[in-house]
């Protein structure tokens, strides 16, 4: 049965082998024979292109609105830094006037203020740090998105060369 099989497949090579010989072989070099794309390769190189550009189109914006989120960040984490460092020199200041007061009762409610904006720095130096973190990590997908964008361009580029050259 094997070599039933064999001979079968060397007799089918035989008798396809002369229809092979009428088409060129694609050779490299300066005297490569150019290869003709049918209309259905045309039309996928092409769809393939709207494909890649798409793609990009897609990604831009998306890109544009995370550089704009980031620098938002950047602006909200340094307005929060100085909101903690004028919370911490209130804190100062309320601690001073205690220290000065001469009843009892102011000297705590000094002492209360002065412990609540300590808080309120704490709390605006953790989320300026949160909103760094953030911008760092946006930063990262920013640029993983913008050199996707630069592959697809790169790519339907690619293929508009090779559309040219073969249609």
Do not use: C
Request: no cysteine; aromatic share 4%.
């Amino acid at each position: 049965m094997r070599t039933v099989a064999v001979a079968l497949a060397l007799a089918s090579f035989a008798i396809a082998a002369p229809s092979y010989a009428d088409v060129p072989a694609p050779v490299a070099g300066q005297h490569a024979i150019p290869l003709v794309w049918s209309p259905a390769m045309i039309a996928k190189v092409k769809e393939q292109i709207a494909v890649h550009e798409g793609r990009a189109a897609v990604l831009q914006p998306i890109v544009a609105r995370d550089n704009t989120a980031h620098d938002s960040l950047i602006a909200d984490a340094n307005a929060l830094d100085q909101a903690a460092k004028d919370e911490a020199r209130q804190s100062a200041d309320f601690r001073t006037m205690a220290a000065t007061a001469t009843d009892e009762k102011t000297k705590r409610e000094f002492l209360v203020f002065a412990g609540e904006l300590e808080t309120f720095a704490k709390h605006s130096e953790e989320a300026a740090r949160t909103h760094r973190e953030v911008a760092r990590r946006l930063e990262d997908t920013i640029k993983a998105m913008q050199a996707a964008v630069t592959y697809h361009l790169n790519l339907a580029a690619k293929l508009k060369t090779a559309l040219a050259n073969n249609s």
